[in-house]
């Protein structure tokens, strides 16, 4: 089963020359989706980063835009849970017990 990730970009960090137009009149952006080494502050476990061409960019230019992280939801649109909150197993309901020294008589 693939896993699904979410997150966004920034589209005010990419260049306008990077942006192509295709045949269909759309525009297009080829980007690049690599693992991070350590997971970010937010857990972000993947970035994203515009692709150029060698002769579009000085060398060692990276155009990061994005970054993204694990989504808690499946290919089912249901989270990972069965859309459930998160319960321990371990742990028991904590009712206040009655005493019996809590009688009105």
Same mark, same amino acid.
């Given at each position: 089963?693939?896993?699904?990730? !979410?997150? &966004?970009?920034?589209?005010?960090?990419?260049?306008? #020359?990077?942006?192509?137009?295709?045949?269909?009149?759309?525009? !297009?952006?080829?980007?690049?989706? =690599? @693992?991070?080494? @350590?997971?970010?502050?937010?857990?972000?476990?993947? !970035?994203?980063?515009? !692709?150029?061409?060698?002769?579009?960019?000085?060398?060692?230019?990276?155009?990061?835009? *994005?970054?993204?992280?694990? #989504?808690?939801?499946?290919?089912? *649109?249901?989270?990972? =849970?069965? *859309?459930?909150?998160?319960? #321990?197993?371990? @742990?028991?309901? #904590?009712?206040?017990?009655? &005493? @019996?020294?809590?009688?009105?008589?």
């Amino acid at each position: 089963m693939a896993n699904n990730f !979410y997150g &966004s970009i920034c589209l005010t960090d990419i260049p306008k #020359s990077l942006i192509t137009t295709g045949r269909n009149g759309k525009k !297009y952006l080829n980007v690049v989706v =690599n @693992e991070r080494r @350590e997971v970010g502050q937010y857990g972000q476990t993947h !970035y994203i980063k515009a !692709y150029a061409r060698k002769d579009a960019v000085p060398p060692g230019t990276n155009i990061y835009i *994005g970054e993204l992280k694990p #989504s808690e939801y499946g290919n089912d *649109g249901l989270a990972n =849970n069965g *859309g459930l909150a998160k319960q #321990s197993t371990n @742990e028991q309901p #904590s009712l206040p017990m009655p &005493s @019996e020294d809590d009688l009105p008589f």
